[in-house]
C-alpha cells in the first residue's frame, strides 16, 4: 500500500544553518507529493508540492525535488530562520489508485536557535 | 474565501457526554477529510468523503465514532460516549479531488 517515510526528529539548527528533511515514498500508482508545515498551535499549511517526476517545488526558500528513481521528495532550505522552527510533514496522494486519500509522514519537528 | 472553517475551537467535556464537532469546508471543494493528531500517535485519518460520500472510514477508532457530510457545506464528527483518550486535535481539510487540501484551525478536545 501506498505510505510515506520521513526522517525522524527533533531537528535543532542554528540560524542560517543549511536544512534537509528526507522523505521516501512507497505508491502504487503516481503519486503527487506535498510538504506541509504546522506553526505552533495552528492547522497544516501547504508549503510546497510537485506532481510528476523531476518537477521541483518550491515557496518560501524551501525545495524539494520529485525523484522518481528514488521514491524521495526530501526538503532543503539553504538558510534557515527562527521562524521557520516548526513542524513539517510530508505527504502524498495517490492518483493511480482512484483513491483521493492523503497519506502523511510522522512529521519532523524543527527548532532553529539564534 | 474563508478557508475550512471548525468550530468549536476549543471543548471540554465530561467523560460519558456526546461531543459534536463541525466543519465547514473551502466553498467548491469536494474532498473533506477528518484528521485527529496526537503526542503519541502523530496525524491520522479518521475518514474521508468525496461529493458528501464516505469513501474510506477504516481510520474511526470505534463504533463511538461517527461522521456525516449531509451536503457539500458542512461536516460533524461525533463521538458518543466520549472518553479521556478521545483528547486529541481533531483536524477537517478539504480539497478538490486529487489536489492540496486546506486543513481548518483544528478543534482542541479535551475529555475529563
Known amino acids: 500500500g501506498d505510505s510515506v517515510t520521513q526522517m525522524e526528529g527533533p531537528v535543532t539548527l542554528s540560524e542560517e544553518a543549511f536544512l534537509t528533511i528526507n522523505c521516501t515514498y512507497t505508491?502504487?500508482?503516481?503519486?503527487?507529493l506535498f510538504w506541509y508545515v504546522q506553526y505552533p498551535g495552528e492547522g497544516l499549511q501547504l508549503l510546497l508540492k510537485a506532481t510528476k517526476a523531476d518537477d521541483k517545488g518550491s515557496n518560501k526558500g524551501f525545495e524539494a525535488t520529485y525523484r522518481k528513481e528514488t521514491t524521495s521528495f526530501h526538503l532543503e532550505k539553504g538558510s534557515v530562520q527562527v521562524s521557520d522552527s516548526a513542524v513539517y510533514f510530508c505527504a502524498l496522494s495517490d492518483r493511480g489508485t482512484g483513491a483521493n486519500n492523503l497519506f502523511f509522514g510522522t512529521g519532523t519537528r524543527l527548532t532553529v536557535i539564534p | 474565501d474563508a478557508g475550512v472553517i471548525q468550530s468549536p475551537r476549543h471543548e471540554v467535556t465530561e467523560m460519558g457526554q456526546e461531543v459534536t464537532l463541525r466543519c465547514k469546508p473551502i466553498s467548491g471543494h469536494n474532498s473533506l477529510f477528518w484528521y485527529r493528531q496526537t503526542m503519541m500517535r502523530g496525524l491520522e485519518l479518521l475518514i474521508y468523503f468525496n461529493n458528501n460520500v464516505p469513501i474510506d472510514d477504516s481510520g474511526m477508532p470505534e463504533d463511538r465514532f461517527s461522521a456525516k457530510m449531509p451536503n457539500a457545506s458542512f461536516s460533524t464528527l461525533k463521538i458518543q460516549p466520549s472518553e479521556p483518550r478521545d483528547s486529541a486535535v481533531y483536524f477537517c481539510a478539504s480539497s478538490l479531488i486529487l489536489r492540496e487540501a486546506f486543513f481548518g484551525q483544528g478543534t482542541r478536545l479535551t475529555v475529563v
Open positions: 505508491a502504487t500508482g503516481y503519486p503527487s
